[in-house]
Every structure is written in C-alpha cells, then in structure tokens.
C-alpha cells in the first residue's frame, strides 16, 4: 500500500479499520481540476486491488 504513503497534490488519504478515507483538498468550489479527477484515478485503481480495503469514503476537506 505504498500509495497511501505518496504526496498527494489535491488528496488527502488514511486508513482505519479498512475503510479508506479520500479527502479532496480543495478550495470551496463547485468544480473538480483535472489533477483531482487524475489523482482520484490513480488511487482507486490502486485501491481495487487491495485486500485489506473493504470500503472507501470519499470526502471534501473544505479549505475557507
């Protein structure tokens, strides 16, 4: 799992009880960059071939 180890330029990520947490780091906005949607592709992808995941929890971490 050595993705949850990398810097994420837009994510944040743990994990707990095999629920991974995806936190985008976002400014408060209604739009998603093109570096979010290819961050969050590299991570599921990742993150589907992975045992001990069971679920994952996508979130905003609003920055004002």
């Known amino acids: 799992m050595s ?3 990398q810097t994420w330029k837009t994510l944040n990520l743990s994990l707990k009880n095999t629920i991974l947490t995806v936190s985008m780091n976002r400014p408060k906005a209604n ?4 570096e979010l949607l290819d961050e969050l592709i590299q991570v599921f992808n990742q993150t589907s ?3 001990d995941i069971r679920g994952v929890l996508l979130r ?4 004002y």
């Open 31 to 34: 739009a998603m960059s093109i």
């Open 3 to 5: 993705f949850l180890k």
């Open 60 to 63: 905003s971490d609003l920055k």
């Open 49 to 51: 071939v992975e045992q």
